[in-house]
Each structure stands twice: as C-alpha cells, then as structure tokens.
C-alpha cells in the first residue's frame, strides 16, 4: 500500500494534500460551528472568479487571485444580519452566484478558457512541485502558528459568534477580519492545487465526521485532524491504484467516511436505546 511513495511526484502530491487538508478540516471546525458552511464556497469562486479576470486582462495569474480572495474576504467579514427573516448563509450565497455568473463571462471571452475548469474544480495534486511545497509550507505554516498562539481567543469568539455577529464591536470585528483572511488565504493557495471542490469538502466534511462521533471540543479538533490526514492518504492511494482523478478521489473517499461515521453513530444510538429499554 505505499509503493506510490516510491514515485517522486506522489510524494510531493502527499505532502502537499497533507499540508492542505489538516489547516482547511481545522479552520473547517470554526465554519462549521458558526453556520457559515457556504462561506468557504463563496470565496473560493472569488478566488476563481480572480483566476479567469486575469486571464481575460492577460494579467499575473497568481498575484490576482490572492488580491480578489482578500478583498472578497474582508467584505465578508463586515456584513451583519440584524433582520431576523435573513440569515447570513442567504448573503454569502448572493456572492457566491454572481461570483459564478461574472467567472463563466470572463471564461466564455478567454482563449480555451473553458478547457482549465476540471483543473480548476479538481485541482492538479499531481502536478506539485518542489516550489509549491515550499510556498504552501510558508503560508500554511504561518496560518497555522498564528492560530496555536491566539487558539482560546478564536475559538471563544467561535462559541459565542452568534451574539458577536448581532452586536459587533471593535474587537470583534478585528478577529473576524483575521478568521476570514486565514481562511480566504487558506482557500487562495490550496485551491491552486487542490481545485476548488476538494477545498470545499476538506474544509466541512473532516469536522462534520468529528461532530458526528464525538462531542468534547479537544476531541473534535483531534478527530477532525484524523480525518484529513487518512482521507490524504487512502484518497491519493485509490486515485495511484486505479488510476483515478485524485481531486474526485479525495472527495469520494470524504463521502465514504461520512457514510462509515453515520453507521457507526446510527448503532451506536440502537445499542443506547436498547440499554434504556433494559
């Protein structure tokens, strides 16, 4: 089972989906307990909706990205809902259509525009280089560090995000705007990579899984951790095995753990009943 790290390039490939799947699932447990699951959707059209401006402008295809993602995440950051009739994921979900409909016009005016979207929704892990480790590595790092120093304040703030949201405040407004620019750069750089529907699953799927068999905070971050890190390996392994796309791999694999952790919350919840009938 690990002859694919005899080949360089899966080795590149797994660190990289390594690197990307453990901060994504961590900073996946903060959108998955604020109800803001579309929001990581949301931003990572606005990064894709960068990639396909700079295509039709003919411009740097990197340094783009990064800049839409940052901004859109900023404006995120900044929108309250006050109106008890809306909720916030009806807004995020306004940027997320327009940002679709704005990429598919600069994609229909680009050269063999459309022939990049299976790259862009899947992402090219196999394609990884030394370069990207790096890069990724810096980035990720960073985010990462930066969150283990102030880990109780975001996650305090996390806990009590619904009665921040409606009051706001000065300091609330400072972690928010970080949380969103962690997250926006996390998005940015891994969808480079990773495509934008694993980015999307690695972000919800791993914390869901970890909410659906545990319940203590501690266990949920470890669970979720878990999670990415065998969803990384087994969906890198079935893609080299049976010659797969790896990005459709990594999401499958998601789904059949999904599907395992429900069964096992589903007997579980069978055997408790059955003790209380006893």
Not at 67 to 87: E, P
Not at 135 to 160: C, D, N, P, S
Not at 191 to 211: K, Q
Request: with cysteine; hydrophobic share 55%.
């Amino acid at each position: 089972m690990f002859e694919m790290f005899e080949l360089t390039f899966m080795v590149y490939a797994f660190i990289a989906c390594l690197i990307m799947s453990v901060m994504l699932s961590y900073l996946g447990i903060h959108v998955v307990a604020r109800g803001i699951v579309f929001v990581d959707l949301a931003i990572g059209q606005i990064s894709y909706l960068g990639i396909a401006f700079a295509g039709f402008m003919g411009w740097n295809e990197i340094s783009v990205p990064i800049i839409f993602t940052l901004v859109g995440s900023v404006v995120l950051s900044f929108i309250r809902i006050r109106d008890k009739r809306l909720k916030l994921e009806a807004i995020i979900g306004i940027f997320y259509a327009v940002s679709s409909a704005l990429t598919v016009l600069f994609i229909s005016k680009t050269p063999h525009g459309e022939a990049d979207i299976q790259e862009v929704l899947f992402g090219n892990l196999l394609g990884v280089t030394q370069g990207d480790l790096i890069k990724m590595g810096v980035v990720f790092g960073t985010l990462a560090v930066l969150h283990m120093i102030w880990y109780r304040r975001i996650f305090q703030i996390t806990h009590e995000y619904e009665n921040h949201q409606l009051k706001g405040g000065r300091s609330f407004l400072l972690w928010n705007i970080f949380f969103y620019l962690s997250i926006g750069l996390a998005i940015v750089f891994a969808i480079e990579l990773g495509g934008v529907i694993p980015v999307f699953s690695f972000i919800i799927v791993p914390p869901v899984i970890a909410v659906i068999l545990v319940k203590k905070e501690s266990f949920v971050v470890v669970a979720t951790l878990l999670c990415a890190i065998i969803t990384s390996y087994f969906g890198l392994y079935f893609s080299y095995r049976w010659d797969f796309p790896t990005g459709a791999s990594i999401v499958t694999t998601l789904g059949v753990l999904v599907l395992i952790a429900g069964t096992v919350k589903f007997i579980r919840s069978l055997v408790v009943h059955q003790e209380q009938r006893v």
